[in-house]
């Protein structure tokens, strides 16, 4: 009986405020319980939607923490000199 309210939006934290640790783990216990088959329709729409939303926030994540990491520069000599974007645009 725990397992289907892990999974209800109404109990479950506002998706806009996780870590990505915690919507991917969500959005792991969503698949699995989606997977037994053993949810009624409705109640599998809804969570089906919500981990939607979930990969939505974790691609944002991923997407912002991407255009954060840099490239070390070196010199001729192998010494880094500085930073650069990783895959500049």
């Not at 506002?14 to 915690?22: V, W």
């Not at 792991?28 to 969570?47: F, N």
Request: glycine share 6%; charged share 35%.
């Amino acid at each position: 009986m725990a397992e289907a309210s892990d999974t209800a939006p109404a109990a479950a934290p506002d998706i806009s405020t996780m870590s990505f640790e915690a919507a991917v783990a969500e959005l792991e216990r969503i698949v699995d319980h989606l997977e037994r088959g053993d949810v009624p329709l409705d109640k599998s729409i809804e969570i089906y939607e919500r981990g939607e939303a979930l990969k939505a926030h974790c691609e944002k994540l991923l997407g912002a923490a991407e255009k954060r990491i840099e490239k070390i520069r070196l010199d001729r000599e192998g010494k880094p000199t500085g930073t650069e974007p990783l895959d500049p645009e």
